[in-house]
């Protein structure tokens, strides 16, 4: 067994850590093996409020501590040890990519349904496979590649060119009508 931890190293640098996106600790596989070693020298009490961690969280890595301890050591500076599936198709999908690129360069409309066509098209063995799992298929595809779909809500105006002029007109107007009747700004509210 790998001897991980010494209590002077451990005092210098407590945590070794990210922050992740909601607020939490992401430690390295190093980093919970010298968790789970002060944890059994103490209570695991001790050691979730000393490192700030719910204890099944602890008690996960407890469990894990053999798996962790036979890690090859480029292992020991990861956070978790794997993350997510791996990509079906990685041809394909640099095919989808370019379908992509290409359509947005002839400003065509590329929709759920253009891209799974292409993808039945690119692998035929798809066709056996639901619309709902095809459909899935594309939007992890998409979130791997930072695609998203964006709909117009409306089109702007377009201003005439004379709008400035009737703008000034309508203004001077009103000021007029305002002077007249003792209507000024203090007393008018948006």
């Known amino acids: 067994m790998k001897e991980v931890y010494s209590d002077s190293e451990f005092k210098e640098e407590p945590n070794k850590s990210i922050n992740n996106k909601s607020g939490g600790h992401l430690h390295i596989i190093e980093s919970k093996l010298k968790i789970i070693k002060?944890?059994?020298?103490?209570?695991?009490?001790?050691?979730?409020?000393?490192?700030?961690?719910?204890?099944?969280?602890?008690?996960?890595?407890?469990?894990?501590?053999?798996?962790?301890?036979?890690?090859?050591?480029?292992?020991?500076?990861?956070?978790?040890?794997?993350?997510?599936?791996?990509?079906?198709?990685?041809?394909?999908e640099i095919q989808l990519v370019n379908f992509i690129e290409f359509n947005r360069k002839l400003f065509n409309?590329?929709?759920t349904w253009s891209l799974l066509l292409k993808l039945v098209d690119l692998k035929p063995e798809r066709k056996s496979k639901t619309i709902k799992a095809n459909q899935q298929y594309i939007y992890r595809f998409m979130a791997r590649n930072n695609y998203s779909f964006?709909?117009?809500?409306?089109?702007?105006?377009?201003?005439?060119?004379?709008?400035?002029?009737?703008?000034?007109?309508?203004?001077?107007?009103e000021w007029d009508k305002r002077r007249a009747f003792g209507f000024y700004d203090a007393i008018i509210g948006n």
């Open 38 to 92: 002060y944890a059994k020298e103490h209570t695991r009490k001790e050691t979730c409020n000393k490192f700030s961690m719910p204890n099944s969280t602890l008690g996960d890595w407890i469990k894990n501590e053999l798996k962790y301890n036979n890690l090859p050591d480029d292992k020991l500076k990861k956070t978790i040890l794997h993350k997510g599936g791996t990509i079906l198709y990685p041809d394909v």
């Open 109 to 111: 409309c590329i929709t």
């Open 150 to 173: 964006k709909t117009r809500t409306h089109i702007g105006q377009l201003l005439s060119k004379n709008c400035y002029t009737l703008a000034s007109i309508f203004l001077n107007e």
